[in-house]
């Protein structure tokens, strides 16, 4: 099995660090625009790439993810959909468990019937709590996985969702508006989950401007992703990224 990733997060949250990943959708990219992005993601000092999407059509995740490899050294994370979405190409692993919803195939179904094929994959399984906020419009997040989201000023719902998911063994929270959300989470919201857990938190969904990526970091966020935003206008890599590692203050 791959290691070393996590720690690598954990250590990173220790020193305060926050880091910025890019979301890639198979489904959206041809082989010229992951070219595009790495190019402007290596000079920008990107994190990690994310992968994944909630349905992903196409078939060429691998491909994708082997031309990031054979590119740079950007580290890949699958963020899957559904359990075909896993390649052992990648790096890691967000083993997702929808916690923020009820319905029993996206907290343990689906694990259950992909585990050995998920285990034989060698990837670092980084067993992830879920949880999808209400981004003010229906995303295809919240409609794939037929589960309501948390409303967005509901942030003891989300506090208490969070430690449930620390105190199961998650090693990861995931706090998601859904991709394209009209708006993204509040810092209210991160701010008391970041607080209750000691997990790294991660925070995407509807984020389209820097300021607001360097708020989520300071309202706690150690990982902001950003795909749709991205998807329209690649050259907000370099901001976006900008903006995460600037709300880093040495002590
Ligand atoms: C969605 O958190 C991600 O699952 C990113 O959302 O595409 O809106 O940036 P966006």
Redesign the pocket.
Same mark, same amino acid.
Not at 110 to 131: R, W
């Given at each position: 099995m791959k290691e070393g990733f996590y720690k690598k997060l954990v250590e990173r949250k220790q020193q305060a660090k926050k880091s910025f990943a890019v979301?890639i959708?198979p489904d959206k990219v041809d082989a010229l625009t992951i070219d595009k992005i790495i190019a402007l993601s290596v000079p920008a000092k990107v994190d990690y790439f994310?992968i994944g999407g909630?349905l992903v059509i196409s078939s060429h995740l691998d491909e994708c993810i082997q031309q990031i490899k054979a590119s740079c050294n950007i580290p890949v994370v699958l963020?899957p959909g559904s359990p075909s979405q896993v390649s052992k190409y990648a790096d890691a692993l967000l083993y997702l468990s929808l916690i923020s919803g009820r319905n029993a195939e996206l907290l343990i179904g689906q694990h259950v019937l992909s585990a050995p094929f998920v285990k034989s994959s060698g990837l670092e399984i980084m067993p992830t709590g879920y949880i999808v906020v209400d981004?003010g419009a229906p995303?295809t997040?919240s409609y794939i996985s037929n589960a309501a989201p948390i409303p967005c000023d509901k942030t003891d719902i989300a506090m208490c969702t969070a430690m449930a998911g620390e105190m199961l063994g998650m090693k990861l929270i995931?706090m998601?508006?859904?991709?394209?959300?009209k708006h993204?989470i509040s810092e209210k919201m991160i701010e008391k989950v970041s607080s209750s857990v000691d997990l790294p938190i991660? @925070? /995407?969904?509807? &984020?389209?401007e820097p300021e607001k990526a360097y708020l989520n970091c300071k309202a706690g966020a150690d990982i902001v992703? @950003? /795909?749709?935003? &991205?998807?329209k206008d690649a050259s907000l890599i370099n901001e976006m990224c900008a903006a995460v590692h600037s709300s880093f203050v040495q002590a």
């Amino acid at each position: 099995m791959k290691e070393g990733f996590y720690k690598k997060l954990v250590e990173r949250k220790q020193q305060a660090k926050k880091s910025f990943a890019v979301l890639i959708d198979p489904d959206k990219v041809d082989a010229l625009t992951i070219d595009k992005i790495i190019a402007l993601s290596v000079p920008a000092k990107v994190d990690y790439f994310f992968i994944g999407g909630s349905l992903v059509i196409s078939s060429h995740l691998d491909e994708c993810i082997q031309q990031i490899k054979a590119s740079c050294n950007i580290p890949v994370v699958l963020f899957p959909g559904s359990p075909s979405q896993v390649s052992k190409y990648a790096d890691a692993l967000l083993y997702l468990s929808l916690i923020s919803g009820r319905n029993a195939e996206l907290l343990i179904g689906q694990h259950v019937l992909s585990a050995p094929f998920v285990k034989s994959s060698g990837l670092e399984i980084m067993p992830t709590g879920y949880i999808v906020v209400d981004g003010g419009a229906p995303t295809t997040v919240s409609y794939i996985s037929n589960a309501a989201p948390i409303p967005c000023d509901k942030t003891d719902i989300a506090m208490c969702t969070a430690m449930a998911g620390e105190m199961l063994g998650m090693k990861l929270i995931y706090m998601d508006a859904g991709s394209g959300a009209k708006h993204p989470i509040s810092e209210k919201m991160i701010e008391k989950v970041s607080s209750s857990v000691d997990l790294p938190i991660i @925070v /995407g969904g509807g &984020i389209i401007e820097p300021e607001k990526a360097y708020l989520n970091c300071k309202a706690g966020a150690d990982i902001v992703v @950003v /795909g749709n935003a &991205i998807e329209k206008d690649a050259s907000l890599i370099n901001e976006m990224c900008a903006a995460v590692h600037s709300s880093f203050v040495q002590a």
